[in-house]
């Protein structure tokens, strides 16, 4: 069974941030573009950011460009979404997904694996 797996997400203080770690299990994220995406209480999901298959493209939503970056490791078979200058507006619960292909757009219907979403609560 193809699976993703989020982790690193907690309890942190405005301005600070967090490492969220996205692995696979079963596969190689070599053959997949990965997104992230998120889900506050109340609100419905919100593209946060993409990487490409080759990791050579990234994109990010309006909300989070110049605090967030997305990376990938290969050799771990692992996407990262490094968060900084985190704002309370971004406590949501944060999910990996993939799809098949190089390209990644920032659309929950093109992804075909989803994690079960990590919370990342921001709050002093």
């Known amino acids: 069974q193809l699976q993703v797996v989020e982790s690193g997400g907690g309890l942190v203080q405005p301005g600070g941030s967090l490492r969220l770690s996205c692995a696979a299990s079963?596969?190689?994220?070599?053959?997949?573009?990965v997104a992230w995406f998120r889900q506050a209480p109340g609100k419905g999901q919100e593209g946060v950011s993409c990487?490409?298959?080759?990791?050579?493209?990234?994109d990010y939503a309006d909300s989070v460009k110049g605090r967030f970056t997305i990376s990938r490791d290969h050799a771990k078979n692992v996407v990262y979404l490094q968060m900084d200058s985190l704002k309370p507006e971004d406590t949501a619960v944060y999910y990996c997904?993939?799809?098949?292909?190089?390209?990644?757009?920032?659309?929950?219907?093109?992804?075909?694996?989803w994690g079960r979403g990590t919370q990342v609560t921001v709050s002093s």
């Open positions: 997904a993939v799809r098949q292909g190089g390209a990644c757009p920032i659309y929950r219907t093109f992804y075909d694996v």
């Open positions: 079963g596969f190689t994220l070599d053959s997949y573009a």
């Open positions: 990487i490409s298959r080759s990791g050579g493209t990234t």
